[in-house]
């Protein structure tokens, strides 16, 4: 295996576009890939590693909103001032992440990259409408996280690209992002899920967006549950058939399907309550 | 009182902690030797199954390449069982667990062995797997041994049912508690260095002497022949007591066949797929109390899933069987534990060794019935609990050093225990907290069925510059052995700690003194220490007379000092080292200290199962998240009856792991496998172990109920740390959900699933 250090982003490009795609990883903060290669499930003939690439560091703000650079890490996520008053339900996500060791090395770009249906920051993104600047040696496009993320590990990024950095409009309302893990750190989300509402001057609920993760092969919008609530849906009973419409939960080593399915439902209906929403009956 | 020591109760910093706080320590993976290689085992692929045959062909084509050596390779006899002999060291032609040793590969360098090892092609007749106590009961015809029995135990003492018809209340459980994986930092090693004929071996080990017994059998050569050396061990937890053997032998066998040093480290993931674990138990207990909450019989059943080998099933079903009904005065019972064979990994020693599933059952049933009675648990526990001149359930009279009815007060005081049994509930609703009580007791050393290897020594030697120099038998794993060994001698001798040095336990240094287990440290070679320091006193203090010109009788030992009581005068102790050198005198002594006799009749389990107890009482205070079912223990209050406290410090330190470690049980590891016997939780993100966000805030208290026996009147207290925590916890979670959590681990999903069966026969 060789290992590959590009002096800058111009550099890392013409690498990528050079050497053969089926044989070559981008490594950031590899606490997705180490582990896989210590399992023996990844053999590149190639690794390129772009931590310390500068020109996909740092959040800066811009116009519309925020343009979060590929390489920031969870850590400096939950450090920054910006994000934690305008994007809550981020901010919530990366103290919730891992523990401190592997935040200081875990990038927002390997944690889209990984496509996992069970990543943190996700669902956050999803409910923020996050767009991906994907770039290669020849070009540039930007794209919607929802059109990147297809699979469990599978996404649109084509060869030669990367991932370049995670663009946030502004946002309006409130939003928060909630975990259920087996434990109190180092745990991999049995579900999780972001929501953002709105309210009128009177309180009356004008807008709501909810986000799963780990309930289907990618993150969902909560859809049918939100747009009946908006539509005058205020009936507990009811919500639960709602919310099974938009996921398709599996059994794995954490949890069973119908346990994701019940935790899902009884979490975002106590949210929801909490926030003065729904009655039984 | 503690004003008559100066090293006994009091925190000597740990003696090995600079070593390993600043990395200096070195461990068996830092360890190489000149012309050193690496092996790895070649393992069966399937859980059960005949193995038809091996093909060593890709391994020969791997780099490195230096040999593979199978069952007709072994010198001497192909057997490692550590107490039956159904363990052969490489499997020949049955396969019984994914992970069976066959045979074991060389290679140059480690990561050549490993992938040689596992190049080996291996030819096999899968069968259906035996994977539960319950499949192995039933199979007929599908034998893993000669049998699927492993061992059996039996108590019976009373008449249970003259017992049964003359208690007004008789309840009946099922209670079933989960495997438990060590995970001890270090991964299992060892490195085998031949010298001709005779073997040096290092290694993470446990218990030296079985290693030297398991290579000298394999390679057919005398004990003296294999000295065994161990090195600085990451923790063990049991889980270094019987595997060692099998992997030591094993490289044993390519050093034999290759004359070079051999170096075996197990990867993680194979660690955990091919070690020992706790045994998992289902139990049936019938317990029969009268209206004012006297237990008067009780009928207990416990089937332990014993893996593909017996191992050291027979003594933890030994220690349950004795333990079966807890600290409680019973007249009536009987007990019956039977261990059976499944094509999973072997369990075998995990700290507690039984205990913890025997309290899992007693201290369950003591709510159930304190429920059924409408009688608060702490009080129904206070009427029924042993005190100084009752008998045990096995119908040892106990005199003295019986602090179980202390440890109880004290934590419920403590814990300001409320009779009242139902749970807080949170403003929202959402969470719900309340207590839960678990009392134990916990037989010190091997007890009856393992007398006549339950002795241990030390020796001590004085160098001429007054340092001294102690060799014990058992070993450190982490525990704090070496702490307070050096306190121990220090204050047998009344000298400075600074002065003692202890050595690598060497199976050259001191006779066969046993394994490191059963909490027998503090016990063994605190009084070994004593029995040295009796041979080495009087000769230290003639010739200190002699020196200072003075009768013996006017000698003391203090403050590092041998001073003249009449005159004042003071030697230093430097000096009449040196003293005792150019005298010709005797400048060591070999200490020994042998469990007493102990009366036992094994048909019928009666007698002195052991010959003293440690007692401890679990108070947790426990949250249930009733939305999600998830459990989070707030804090534990712990009283521990120790006899003695040599090391405040180091007791603490015992009881805050054992109390966290006891909760990852209760709550968080579930160790899994697939319908083809292969470990589906063989790391650290599947098997979850509690991390230290997860950790429980635990106000210990203790108990000094001094025992004769012990040394300066201590017992042990590396396994009671973590014996009732689980119960305590059930209770807890019991009460909050109103209905009886008989099954670990507590997962969210099982929680609710109770939750929801309760609101459903409301
Ligand atoms: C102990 C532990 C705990 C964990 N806990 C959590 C947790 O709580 N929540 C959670 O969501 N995840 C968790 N993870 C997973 C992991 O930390 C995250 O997914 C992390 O964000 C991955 O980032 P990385 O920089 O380390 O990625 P890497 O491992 O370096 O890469 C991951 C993937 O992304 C690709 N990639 C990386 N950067 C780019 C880029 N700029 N452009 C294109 N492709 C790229 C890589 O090629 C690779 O395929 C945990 C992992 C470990 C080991």
Redesign the pocket.
């Known amino acids: 295996m060789k290992i590959h250090q590009p002096y800058g982003l111009e550099d890392c490009l013409t690498l990528l576009s050079e050497l053969p795609p089926d044989a070559t990883?981008?490594?950031?903060?590899?606490?997705?890939?180490?582990?896989?290669y210590e399992q023996g499930r990844i053999l590149p003939n190639n690794l390129i590693n772009?931590?310390h690439l500068t020109e996909?560091q740092g959040i800066t703000e811009t116009e519309n909103g925020i343009e979060i650079g590929?390489?920031t890490?969870?850590e400096a996520l939950q450090h920054s001032d910006l994000i934690r008053q305008e994007y809550p339900a981020l901010w919530r996500?990366t103290a919730?992440?891992?523990?401190v060791?592997?935040?200081n090395?875990?990038?927002?770009?390997?944690?889209?990259?990984?496509a996992?249906p069970?990543?943190?920051?996700?669902p956050s993104l999803y409910l923020y409408h996050a767009k991906l600047k994907?770039v290669s040696r020849h070009a540039s496009r930007t794209t919607r996280l929802e059109d990147f993320l297809v699979g469990p590990g599978q996404t649109t990024?084509e060869p030669g690209?990367?991932?370049?950095s995670i663009i946030l409009p502004k946002v309006s309302g409130s939003s928060c992002f909630y975990?259920l893990?087996l434990r109190d750190a180092?745990?991999?989300?049995v579900v999780n899920y972001a929501l953002r509402y709105s309210n009128a001057e009177d309180g009356e609920l004008t807008d709501l967006e909810i986000t799963a993760g780990a309930v289907a092969p990618t993150i969902v919008f909560l859809d049918a549950l939100t747009t009946a609530i908006l539509g005058g849906e205020t009936n507990i009973a009811a919500w639960q058939a709602l919310i099974e419409q938009d996921i398709a939960p599996i059994d794995d080593i954490r949890a069973s399907a119908d346990y994701r399915r019940k935790v899902l439902g009884r979490l975002i209906s106590h949210h929801l309550q909490r926030l003065g929403v729904g009655s039984h009956e | 009182m503690s004003e008559k020591f100066h090293h006994i109760g009091k925190s000597l910093p740990r003696v090995d902690a600079p070593g390993k706080v600043s990395g200096l320590t070195r461990f068996i993976t830092d360890m190489h030797f000149d012309s050193m290689v690496f092996a790895y085992p070649v393992v069966s692929p399937i859980a059960f199954g005949a193995l038809d045959g091996v093909d060593i062909s890709p391994a020969r084509k791997m780099p490195g390449f230096l040999g593979a050596w199978f069952a007709g390779d072994i010198p001497g006899e192909n057997q490692v069982g550590v107490i039956l002999p159904d363990q052969p060291l490489f499997a020949q032609d049955k396969l019984r667990f994914v992970g069976d040793a066959i045979g074991i590969v060389a290679a140059e360098t480690e990561v050549d062995a490993i992938s040689a090892a596992r190049s080996v092609k291996i030819d096999t007749t899968p069968r259906e797997p035996i994977l539960s106590i319950n499949a192995s009961k039933m199979a007929t015809g599908k034998k893993i041994h000669e049998n699927n029995i492993a061992c059996e135990h039996r108590l019976e003492r009373g008449d249970i049912q003259a017992g049964f018809a003359d208690a007004d209340v008789v309840v009946e459980a099922d209670l079933v508690t989960p495997y438990q994986e060590h995970f001890y930092l270090e991964p299992q090693g060892c490195i085998v260095v031949p010298q001709g004929d005779a073997f040096t071996v290092y290694g993470s080990i446990q218990c030296v002497f079985y290693v030297q017994k398991a290579i000298a059998k394999v390679l057919g050569i005398s004990f003296s022949k294999v000295r065994v050396i161990q090195t600085p061990t990451g923790g063990a937890f049991g889980g270094k007591e019987d595997i060692p053997s099998e992997m030591c032998a094993r490289a044993a066998v390519a050093a034999w066949h290759l004359q070079r040093p051999v170096k075996m480290i197990y990867r993680r993931r194979d660690d955990v797929q091919w070690t020992s674990k706790r045994h998992p138990f289902q139990m049936h207990y019938k317990v029969g109390v009268s209206k004012t909450g006297k237990l008067l019989s009780a009928d207990i059943i416990l089937e332990e899933n014993a893996g593909a080998y017996a191992t050291l099933s027979s003594v933890v079903s030994y220690r349950a069987t004795m333990q079966a009904m807890g600290p409680y005065a019973i007249p009536n019972i009987q007990v019956h534990s039977t261990s059976y064979y499944t094509n999973l990994p072997p369990t075998g020693a995990f700290r507690g060794f039984g205990s913890p599933q025997a309290t899992f059952g007693h201290e369950r049933m003591m709510d159930i019935l304190a429920d059924r009675l409408g009688m608060d648990p702490v009080e129904f526990r206070l009427k029924n609990i042993l005190k100084p001149g009752q008998e045990t359930q096995t119908g040892h009279a106990l005199s003295t050093s019986v602090g179980a009815e202390a440890t109880l007060l004290k934590s419920a005081n403590a814990a300001e225990w409320q009779t009242d049994a139902r749970p807080m509930v949170s403003k929202d609703g959402r969470y719900r907290e309340a207590l839960g009580v678990s009392v134990c007791h916990y037989g010190n050393c091997l007890g009856a069925a393992g007398w006549s290897m339950d002795g241990a020594g030390v020796k001590i030697q004085i160098n001429r510059d007054g340092s001294i120099a102690v060799a014990f038998g058992l070993i450190e794993m982490g525990q704090g052995a070496l702490t307070v060994v050096t306190q121990m001698t220090a204050e047998a001798l009344g000298v400075n700690a600074e002065r003692i040095s202890i050595l690598p336990t060497d199976t050259s240094q001191v006779p066969d003194s046993g394994p490191s287990v059963a909490s027998r440290n503090i016990v063994m070679t605190g009084n070994a220490i004593r029995n040295a320091v009796e041979k080495l006193k009087p000769i230290l203090s003639t010739a200190a007379a002699e020196a200072m010109e003075c009768a013996p009788e006017n000698v003391a030992f203090q403050n590092d000092q041998v001073v003249n009581t009449k005159s004042g005068n003071a030697l230093s102790i430097s000096a009449l080292c040196e003293y005792l050198y150019v005298t010709n005198r005797p400048m060591d002594a070999l200490g020994w200290w042998h469990v007493p006799a102990l009366t036992y009749d094994a048909q019928t389990g009666r007698g002195e199962a052991y010959f003293t107890y440690s007692y401890a009482t679990h108070i947790a205070r426990v949250q249930v998240d009733t939305l999600t079912g998830q459990v989070r223990v707030q804090k534990v209050w712990a009283a521990h009856d120790v006899g003695k406290i040599i090391n405040p410090a180091g007791l603490a330190g015992q009881v805050q792991g054992g109390v966290v470690q006891g909760a990852g049980w209760a709550i968080y590891e579930n160790f899994g496998h697939d319908n083809a016997g292969r470990i589906t939780t063989p790391n650290?993100?599947t098997y979850l172990l509690p991390t230290a966000a997860d950790s429980v805030d635990v106000q210990a208290f203790w108990i000094e109920d001094p025992e004769p026996l012990g040394p300066w009147g201590a017992k042990g207290i590396g396994e009671p740390a973590i014996i009732p925590t689980a119960a305590a916890i059930a209770n807890a979670v019991s009460r909050i959900v109103g209905q009886p959590m008989n099954q670990i681990p507590l997962t969210p999903e099982r929680v609710l699933v109770a939750f929801e069966d309760k609101v459903v026969h409301e």
């Open positions: 990883v981008i490594l950031a903060g590899g606490t997705d890939l180490m582990p896989r772009i931590k996909l590929g390489l890490t969870i996500s919730q992440f891992a523990g060791q592997i935040r090395r875990a990038t927002l770009a390997g944690n889209i990259a990984n996992s069970a990543g943190d920051t996700l994907l990024q690209e990367l991932i370049q975990k893990g180092m745990a991999i989300s | 650290l993100s």
